[in-house]
């Protein structure tokens, strides 16, 4: 596995559908007459009331959140598409999601899955709703040509918890509502459960491969579980035992391996894979900014990992710093091992190209290698990168 800066024209994103359109829509609780709508609360009923504080009290703002469809050619709003929701619902999670569909001959078809939490405060349980919507092709209005689509209704549901995740599994919903996982079906326009597991504190993110579900905990570390489409089952694979605030996940495919990258709140980056009778998982960190990273062969690796060790004990480095103790993982707890390996540091091997030719050949003599086959595997990385 390789690390490697990203130059900046790189690191511009765009998404077709958008929770908030043009950032967040402030909603003033409040007038002129000096008059705002508060919230008392009586058990799990709620109760509004009229207070009046003075023109000089500074009246709460109220995010209000709404949900637009843009066009992927030019980016603009496409016009009556906009749906406001409910005051004090905050949108957690939005996602596209492929459910089963008989009218298709991939037996998927394309939702917009959305989910909320209605966040009232800390005396009142937290609750959201699941909206699932349709994308749907209408009669354009006259001299409005981006107005050929439009959002469709399919399900709208209070849930018992806050959704804070979405995603699909072989054409079924799966959701994170509270501290438990869902797995629905779609049928008749209504969500059918089939199967259901409990999680730990909070789960901000769900990715999917194939039977499997990788899920992020923003306290309690990742978990990987599997979805048993014949028994209707939902089981946990393994799990992080290691506290670790996770801040985003994803998959990493060498081959036959997968891996699962996480970033954590101390700005490392982990790879995890699961090997059930090994006693610790591979592991890989950085701390500062990161462009991208992608695996390398082995013969590559073993090639580079010595190109790296000699240029971390004689190189010259800015203002005497150790490029290995950059990399090392970092954590507030002590720990038992050094999960910092297997992976090449891109921006120091690199340097390799800029260094005087008698050095280079000194250094190439002392990993028992020649100059091309280093700028070989070199170049070959930098066509691979220039996806990216």
């Known amino acids: 596995m390789m690390l490697h800066g990203l130059s900046e024209r790189y690191r511009k994103m765009y998404s077709t559908f958008c929770e908030l359109p043009f950032g967040i829509e402030n909603l003033l609780l409040g007038n002129k007459s000096g008059r705002t709508i508060g919230s008392l609360l009586s058990s799990e009923d709620k109760e509004l009331s009229i207070e009046d504080k003075g023109e000089r009290f500074p009246y709460p703002v109220q995010e209000k959140f709404s949900i637009c469809l843009f066009s992927p050619v030019s ?32 037996g998927l078809k394309g939702y917009i899955a959305v989910g909320t939490n209605y966040n009232y405060g800390e005396d009142i349980t937290s609750r959201g709703r699941i909206l699932i919507y349709d994308i749907i092709e209408v009669v354009p209005e006259p001299g409005q040509p981006l107005t050929k689509n439009k959002f469709k ?3 709208a549901k209070d849930q018992k918890g806050p959704v804070t995740a979405l995603s699909q599994v072989k054409g079924f919903l799966v959701s994170a509502v509270g501290q438990k996982i869902y797995i629905w079906q779609l049928k008749d326009n209504d969500l059918i459960g089939v199967a259901f597991i409990d999680t730990q504190v909070y789960t901000h993110q769900i990715l999917t491969i194939k039977s499997l579900l990788l899920i992020a905990d923003v306290y309690k570390s990742i978990a990987l579980l599997r979805f048993q489409e014949e028994y209707r089952t939902l089981s946990l694979v393994s799990r992080d035992f290691k506290p670790c605030e996770v801040y985003s996940i994803e998959y990493m495919i060498d081959n036959s391996s997968l891996g699962f990258l996480v970033s954590d709140r101390e700005k490392n980056l982990v790879l995890y894979m699961y090997q059930p009778e090994a006693r610790e998982s591979l592991g890989a960190t950085l701390d500062g900014s990161l462009g991208f990273i992608m695996p390398v062969p082995e013969k590559t690796y073993r090639r580079l990992l010595m190109l790296q060790n000699v240029l971390v004990s004689q190189g010259a480095h800015i203002a005497g710093l150790n490029p290995k103790a950059f990399r090392t993982y970092k954590s507030w707890r002590k720990l038992q091992y050094n999960p910092a390996r297997a992976v090449i540091d891109g921006d120091l091997v690199w340097a390799f190209m800029h260094l005087p030719i008698t050095e280079k050949i000194e250094v190439s003599k002392k990993i028992g290698t020649k100059i091309e086959e280093i700028v070989d595997d070199l170049a070959d990385i930098q066509k691979l990168a220039n996806h990216f």
Do not use: F, M, Q
């Not at 009556?80 to 459910?99: G, M, P, S, Y």
């Open 153 to 155: 209704e399919i399900y």
């Open 75 to 106: 980016w603009d709003v496409i016009p009556n598409t906009k749906i406001d929701l409910d005051e004090w619902e905050h949108v957690n999670c939005l996602k596209n999601v492929a459910l089963a569909y008989e009218g298709t001959r991939s």
